[in-house]
């Protein structure tokens, strides 16, 4: 059997953040990660940090959390700028029992950057917050491709004089454009992703691929239909090997969420597979039991010990080479 799971650390990070003592964090992310037990793991919101000026970013807090677990020794791969090096906030991280052949960061490579232009006014650059991470990873005799992303929340973005101060916005008119640039960028980024799959099936149409991570968007919103790409809406039935499917469908409707915020069950972290690797879906879970809300009266809440995200685990009858790590 094959396990693959996806799971938001919420910055992680072992410098001061939220009055959230690191050893408290660790005390709560171990036994999360414990549970997952999964093979292949898309971990999301990684920081990285230099532990002298000027030298190069580690994972640090990441390498803390993963003593005495299961990934302690697992490969690793992890998004970088494009001089190679880990951004400082919210890198991409996966870790695979299994020899990783091959990753790459993938920032603009199939959707140019664009401008939104307002009449009368300055254009506004819309880019990627964070690249996509792409890993192949050696399954045996087999090739697992995976997709780690996390796009972007659906929180407006800056716009030239349109706040006060970090969180105070002069006229609803900007937070509007703000919000809409902010869709922009997730359903671009989305398209991004799907471009990546795309190329993936047309070397190989019956590849193993799997796109994981907080799309940051129920099942039904624009990026999920984006990476989804089903048959029906192409009007061709041709395409159907290239759909893929969203496994946590499965999972019962009571317990079908990843977060709340204001009081509101949220389904945003996914797991979608192509067509082989969901014939041979088993189970999946999500482990929501100890998620909290991230707001409440209104107010965003302070950094939990462990994550506002619950994580997602799909298992697959798929043969497995013991002693893979």
Not at 81 to 99: A, E, Q, Y
Not at 125 to 144: K, N, S
Not at 237 to 253: D, I, K, N, Y
Not at 281 to 300: E, K, P, Q, S, T
Request: aromatic letters at 6%; a positive charge.
């Amino acid at each position: 059997m094959l396990r693959i799971a996806t799971f938001n650390l919420e910055s992680l990070d072992d410098r001061p953040r939220g009055g959230v003592d690191f050893a408290a964090r660790i005390a709560a992310l171990r036994p999360a990660l414990d549970a997952i037990d999964a093979d292949v793991l898309c971990l999301q919101e990684v920081n990285a940090r230099r532990e002298q000026p000027k030298a190069e970013r580690t994972f640090g807090a990441l390498d803390r959390v993963l003593i005495g677990t299961r990934y302690a020794g697992f490969h690793r791969a992890h998004t970088t700028h494009r001089d190679g090096t880990p951004l400082d906030r919210h890198n991409l991280v996966t870790l695979s029992r299994f020899p990783i052949r091959s990753w790459r960061s993938i920032h603009h490579d199939a959707v140019q950057r664009m401008t939104y232009r307002r009449a009368g006014s300055a254009g506004l650059r819309i880019e990627w917050d964070r690249p996509i991470l792409q890993t192949e990873h050696a399954v045996g005799a087999q090739v697992l491709h995976v997709l780690n992303l996390h796009l972007r929340a659906p929180l407006a973005s800056s716009v030239p004089g349109g706040k006060s101060s970090a969180s105070r916005w002069l006229r609803s008119a900007a937070w509007a454009e703000g919000f809409f640039v902010s869709a922009v960028k997730r359903s671009g980024q989305a398209l991004e992703a799907r471009l990546a799959a795309d190329a993936i099936f047309d070397r190989d149409p019956g590849a193993l691929v799997v796109v994981a991570g907080d799309l940051n968007a129920d099942s039904f919103e624009m990026p999920m239909r984006l990476l989804q790409a089903p048959a029906e809406e192409a009007g061709n039935p041709a395409l159907a090997g290239r759909a893929l499917t969203a496994v946590e469908q499965s999972v019962p409707a009571d317990k079908r969420f990843t977060a709340i915020h204001a009081g509101r069950r949220m389904l945003v972290d996914h797991i979608l597979v192509s067509a082989r690797l969901a014939e041979l879906c088993r189970d999946v879970r999500i482990l929501n039991a100890g998620v909290r809300d991230d707001m409440v009266d209104g107010r965003y809440v302070a950094q939990p010990a462990g994550s506002f995200h619950g994580a997602i685990v799909a298992v697959f009858a798929l043969d497995t080479p013991d002693g893979a790590s």
